[in-house]
C-alpha cells in the first residue's frame, strides 16, 4: 500500500568543493636593459592573482598571472630598485559533481619563495603558491511535511530555518586616471602598489543589488636614477556598481563578499609629457549569497494502526542564519630593527592574513595572523627590509543560542601605520575588518520514504475498548500508542494527560 507523501521544498546551499591545488614557480631570467645591476636582493614578492574562472561541468577552470616583483640594491648600495616579471598559469581543479547552479570563491595563497642573484644581471627563482577554490552551489532539498493515510500516525518537528533566496557573482572593474599631485615628482617606475576594497552599502532593487563601495590604493614609486629617494601616494576610489541576483528581495538577509581579483596601475605622461598620471584598473568579484528566514515540518517518525510499515529514515541537517557580524579592530605590534637604528621608513604594508572563527560561552572569538613588511632606512641611510608574523586576537558578544554554530569568517587589511618609539624600534598598527556569517545548526532524523505491507496487518485486541497499561515515569506516550496501535492522542485525551511522557509510576486506559 502506497501513501502520498507531501513534500515541501527547502532551497539550500551546498558546498561541492573545498580545496587547493598546487601550482610550482620556476623561473629564470635576465633584468631588462633600463635595470641597474643587482648587488643585493632585499625582497622577492610574489603576487598570485587570478583573472578568469570558470565551471565547465565537474571541473573548475582557473587563469591568472603570477607577477614576480623584486627589490634589490644597484650596484652603488644606496639605491633601492625594482624589476618585475609577469607568468601565466592555468589550473584546473576536479570537483565531486557537476556544478549547475554554484559560484566559485577562488583565492590564491603562496607557500614559499627562493630567489637569488646568480649574476648581477641574473635571477633564478623557485617556489610554489596554491590555487583555493570554495565551490558552492543552490540546490532543492525535499522534506516530507506529511503523510496522508486513515491509518497512519505521525509525529512532527517544526524548525527554524533559512532559504536561499538568491546566489550570485560577477565582476567588474574600476578605471581611473589618478595625478600625482601635492608637489610631488613625476614617476619613472612603480616599485611597489597594493589595493584593498570593501563595500560600504547596498540597496536591493528588483532582483539586483546596487554596491556603493571604495577602492583604496597605494603606490611606492622611484622619480628616477638621479633622484634616489622613493615618493608614496594613496588614493581612494569610490565606485558604485550593480549586479543581478536573481530571486533577492527586501525582506532578505544578504551577504556581499568583495575580492580583489588583481589590478594594473601603470605611469602615464600628462600633456606636457611628464609621468605624473596613474592609469589604474582594478579588477573586483562580488558574491552575494541571499536568505529568507522559514519554518520548515518535518516527519521524524510516523506508523500505521493497520500494518507493518516499511520506512526509509535519513539525517537531515538544517541551517539557520542568525546574523551577518562586522567588525573592525586595531592590533598593535612592536617591531624591532634588526639592523639597529633607523632614519626613515620608506613603506610599511602586509601582505599575508588568515582567520578562523569560533562561538563559545556568548562570544565570538577570530584569531588569525598577519606580516608585516618593512621597507626603511638604516640610521646611516642604509636601506634595508625586513618582515615579522604576528598573531592577532579578536572577540565580540554573541547573543546566539545553545544551538551548534558554524561561521563563515573573512578577513582583510584596511591599513597598516606606525609611530617610531625609539631608536631601534616601531609601533606598528593594523586596522582588521572582520565579518562573519553566522549559521545555527540542528538536525534531526526524518522520514524519506514510507510504505505498507498490507500482507502483514498488525494485530490488535478488539476484544475490549479499553485495556490497561501500568507505565514507568518518562515512558513516552507515543511509543506506548506504537505498542497498541493507537494513537498518542487518544491515550491523552482519554487519560487527561498534556504532556508527551509520563510523569509518574501509574495506570494509563488504552483506547482499543
Known amino acids: ?306 500494518y507493518e510499515l516499511s520506512a526509509d529514515y535519513r539525517q537531515r541537517a538544517f541551517e539557520r542564519l542568525s546574523g551577518i557580524l562586522s567588525d573592525t579592530s586595531a592590533q598593535k605590534y612592536t617591531m624591532e630593527f634588526d639592523s639597529g637604528g633607523v632614519s626613515r621608513i620608506i613603506d610599511l604594508w602586509n601582505e599575508v592574513s588568515t582567520v578562523a572563527a569560533e562561538i563559545q560561552d556568548k562570544q565570538i572569538s577570530y584569531k588569525g595572523r598577519l606580516n608585516v613588511c618593512l621597507l626603511a632606512l638604516t640610521a646611516e641611510g642604509k636601506p634595508f627590509y625586513q618582515e615579522r608574523m604576528f598573531d592577532y586576537a579578536f572577540a565580540r558578544d554573541y547573543a546566539g543560542g545553545s544551538a551548534a554554530v558554524r561561521c563563515d569568517p573573512r578577513v582583510s587589511v584596511q591599513d597598516v601605520s606606525y609611530r617610531i618609539t625609539g631608536a631601534a624600534s616601531l609601533e606598528v598598527k593594523v586596522e582588521l575588518r572582520l565579518a562573519s556569517s553566522v549559521f545555527e545548526q540542528a538536525s534531526c532524523r526524518a522520514v524519506a520514504d514510507i510504505s505498507a505491507d498490507e500482507e502483514h496487518p498488525r494485530e490488535k485486541d478488539t476484544s475490549a475498548a479499553l485495556t490497561i497499561y501500568y507505565a514507568d515515569p518518562s515512558e513516552s506516550l507515543w511509543d506506548i500508542a506504537r505498542m497498541y496501535c493507537t494513537s498518542a492522542d487518544a491515550i491523552r485525551e482519554e487519560n487527561g494527560l498534556a504532556e508527551d511522557f509520563i510523569p509518574e509510576n501509574g495506570m494509563l486506559l488504552i483506547p482499543m
Not at 644606496?78 to 549547475?100: G, K, L, V, W
Not at 506529511?146 to 491509518?151: C, S, T, V
Not at 509525529?155 to 586616471?177: H, I, N, P, W
Not at 590604493?217 to 601616494?233: H, T
Request: aromatic letters at 6%; proline letters at 4%; one cysteine or more.
Open 1 to 306: 500500500m502506497e501513501y502520498k507523501l507531501n513534500r515541501e521544498s527547502l532551497p539550500a546551499c551546498e558546498t561541492v568543493y573545498d580545496g587547493c591545488a598546487e601550482q610550482p614557480i620556476d623561473l629564470d631570467f635576465s633584468l631588462p636593459d633600463y635595470c641597474p645591476d643587482i648587488q643585493k636582493i632585499l625582497k622577492c614578492q610574489v603576487t598570485p592573482s587570478v583573472t578568469a574562472q570558470n565551471l565547465m561541468g565537474d571541473r573548475l577552470e582557473v587563469e591568472g598571472t603570477v607577477t614576480i616583483r623584486v627589490l634589490y640594491l644597484d650596484a652603488s648600495g644606496e639605491n633601492i630598485r625594482c624589476c618585475e616579471n609577469n607568468h601565466p598559469f592555468t589550473a584546473s581543479i576536479a570537483i565531486r559533481q557537476p556544478a549547475d547552479n554554484a559560484v566559485a570563491f577562488t583565492k590564491t595563497r603562496v607557500e614559499y619563495v627562493n630567489c637569488r642573484a646568480t649574476s648581477p644581471r641574473r635571477l633564478d627563482i623557485h617556489g610554489a603558491f596554491s590555487v583555493c577554490a570554495r565551490v558552492i552551489r543552490q540546490v532543492q532539498d525535499e522534506i516530507v511535511s506529511r503523510i496522508e493515510g486513515d491509518d497512519i500516525q505521525q509525529k512532527t518537528r517544526t524548525l527554524d530555518v533559512s532559504r536561499s533566496a538568491g546566489l550570485a557573482q560577477q565582476q567588474f572593474s574600476v578605471t581611473e586616471v589618478l595625478e600625482i599631485g601635492g608637489g610631488k615628482p613625476p614617476a619613472e617606475t612603480i616599485v611597489r602598489s597594493g589595493v584593498t576594497a570593501s563595500v560600504q552599502d547596498f540597496k536591493v532593487v528588483s532582483n539586483k543589488l546596487i554596491l556603493r563601495g571604495e577602492a583604496v590604493l597605494r603606490v611606492l614609486y622611484s622619480p628616477g636614477i638621479d633622484s634616489p629617494a622613493l615618493e608614496a601616494m594613496e588614493y581612494e576610489i569610490p565606485f558604485s556598481q550593480m549586479i543581478d541576483c536573481a530571486g533577492v528581495t527586501e525582506e532578505c538577509t544578504c551577504d556581499v563578499a568583495l575580492d580583489v581579483m588583481n589590478y594594473r596601475v601603470e605611469a602615464k605622461s600628462d600633456s606636457s609629457g611628464e609621468n605624473t598620471l596613474l592609469e589604474t584598473e582594478i579588477k573586483l568579484m562580488a558574491t552575494a549569497c541571499a536568505w529568507q528566514d522559514a519554518q520548515i515540518t518535518a516527519v521524524t517518525d510516523a506508523y500505521s494502526t493497520r
